[in-house]
């Protein structure tokens, strides 16, 4: 049996790659797509390089009849989802790709987004959607919570290595350079060409966002508070993540750990020991490269993530989440090789 499924929020990029993946998904079918400022425009318009697929006109949200969808994929704004998703029919499956119901603490979300949850009942229920720690919970999920990207990126390394009480706490040091489009569609200044080619910036430099996350995931493997260092930048690419992590812990315990906690998951790599990961190898893919090189300083390790922020780091992160609550093997349509070069 094919899933139906609906993409709210179709126009932007992760909405595109969510069709991109699932118009060959042998088990899931496009069968709404909402955007409502393009409503009654064709999805070919606003993205030629879907001409080639068969698929809904866009349309706004409420002309869509749920009841004949299994799976809403909601690619909306952040503090848009949660009025959207809360009229929903209570027995509709959902993956949100917003930061909505990321954060299990009302408090942190007022505090980082700087206004009160509109559907603190529906947080409750969210599960968060990192996959690869979450897997069974998200099996029997309805509302599913989907990382950041650049903290996805954070975590593959972190999380196992904290777990095991094999790196200190107190000092992860993250820097992070991400491609545009994880900025998103609409037109802003910033963004245009000649304000991003042949540069290099960091930003959100007074707190980023994704912060909340690390702290949230992170304290709660510990079993203690953690609050990390995290900076991100800008990086001249359309698309991709790699995060370096300072940490203090012997690199060929790290390794070995890593090896072994990913050596079964399908779509997390541990690169050979010393090597660190290039966004190059993961472009247009749903997998992630993690590596461990040593520090010049005995007892000091850096950590690597590679990852594309539209596919790991969300659309497909999204469809993997998508694939377990739907009963689905978990790795179906997505296993294609990254685009290279």
Not at 54 to 73: G, Q, V, W, Y
Not at 119 to 143: D, H, K, N, P
């Amino acid at each position: 049996m094919m899933a139906d499924v609906a993409i709210l929020g179709a126009s932007g990029y992760t909405g595109a790659e969510l069709v991109r993946l699932i118009a060959t998904h042998p088990g899931m079918r496009v069968a709404a797509l909402a955007a409502d400022r393009r409503a009654g425009a064709a999805m070919a318009k606003v993205f030629p390089h879907l001409a080639h697929l068969d698929l809904p006109t866009l349309c706004r949200i409420e002309d869509i009849d749920f009841s004949k969808i299994d799976m809403a994929f909601c690619a909306l704004p952040h503090a848009t989802t949660q009025e959207v998703v809360s009229v929903l029919p209570r027995d509709l499956k959902i993956v949100d790709l917003s930061a909505d119901f990321r954060l299990n603490d009302p408090a942190a979300y007022a505090q980082w987004y700087g206004r009160p949850h509109g559907a603190l009942e529906l947080q409750a229920e969210a599960v968060y959607g990192l996959t690869e720690f979450y897997r069974e919970a998200l099996r029997s999920a309805r509302l599913i919570a989907g990382t950041g990207c650049n903290a996805a990126s954070g975590m593959f390394p972190v999380l196992p290595l904290l777990a095991e009480r094999l790196i200190d706490p107190d000092e992860i040091v993250m820097t992070l350079g991400a491609g545009v489009s994880g900025a998103g569609r609409a037109a802003k200044e910033a963004m245009l060409h000649a304000e991003v080619s042949e540069g290099f910036s960091a930003y959100s430099v007074s707190g980023h966002r994704h912060m909340a996350e690390f702290s949230q995931e992170f304290s709660k493997v510990a079993g203690r508070p953690v609050e990390v260092s995290f900076m991100p930048h800008l990086a001249p690419m359309n698309r991709g993540i790699l995060t370096t992590i300072h940490v203090r812990g012997d690199a060929p315990a790290l390794h070995a750990a890593l090896a072994a906690r990913y050596a079964d998951e399908p779509f997390v790599h541990v690169t050979p020991f010393g090597t660190a990961p290039h966004t190059r190898h993961v472009r247009g893919s749903n997998f992630a490269h993690v590596g461990v090189v040593a520090d010049r300083r005995p007892g000091r390790s850096y950590l690597f993530c590679a990852l594309d922020n539209l596919v790991k780091g969300s659309s497909g992160q999204a469809v993997q989440n998508a694939n377990l609550a739907l009963g689905l093997p978990e790795t179906e349509g997505l296993m294609a090789a990254p685009l290279f070069p």
